[in-house]
């Protein structure tokens, strides 16, 4: 084995392990659009691959009626809830910013800023 066999494999083994990151993402999308759905709201995923391309993404994870511009995180490790609620924040235009954030067998969990939060309650 000689060392562009050794280089080889990594990229191999880095190319699988972003494909399942990138299908971990649709699930998880496709898993909170169904969530918004049954509590009756219009969703669907808006499929925005753009960031995996090195380019702004331009449009949030979800497109929805609700009044937030969501960013869903399928993620099994420590999280960055700043660094997450800013991607969202880019992709928000009108909309609140908004992540949706869920770990295997747990429930979703919203992250927004309390701001926000409030301004809503407010509203009610």
């Not at 000689?2 to 699930?27: A, H, P, S, T």
């Not at 969530?35 to 497109?63: H, M, T």
């Not at 992540?99 to 701001?115: F, I, M, Q």
């Amino acid at each position: 084995m000689n060392n562009q066999d050794v280089v080889d494999n990594n990229d191999e083994e880095l190319f699988k392990k972003r494909i399942n990151v990138r299908k971990k993402g649709k699930v998880g999308e496709l898993e909170f659009v169904s969530l918004l759905v049954e509590k009756g709201y219009e969703a669907r995923r808006s499929g925005n691959q753009a960031g995996d391309r090195g380019q702004a993404a331009i449009f949030p994870d979800i497109i929805d009626n609700s009044p937030f511009a969501w960013e869903v995180k399928r993620v099994e490790g420590g999280i960055n809830p700043y660094k997450m609620i800013e991607q969202s924040e880019k992709n928000a235009g009108d909309k609140i910013p908004a992540v949706a954030y869920r770990k295997n067998g747990k429930r979703w969990l919203a992250v927004v800023y309390v701001e926000n939060l409030l301004e809503l309650i407010k509203e009610q």
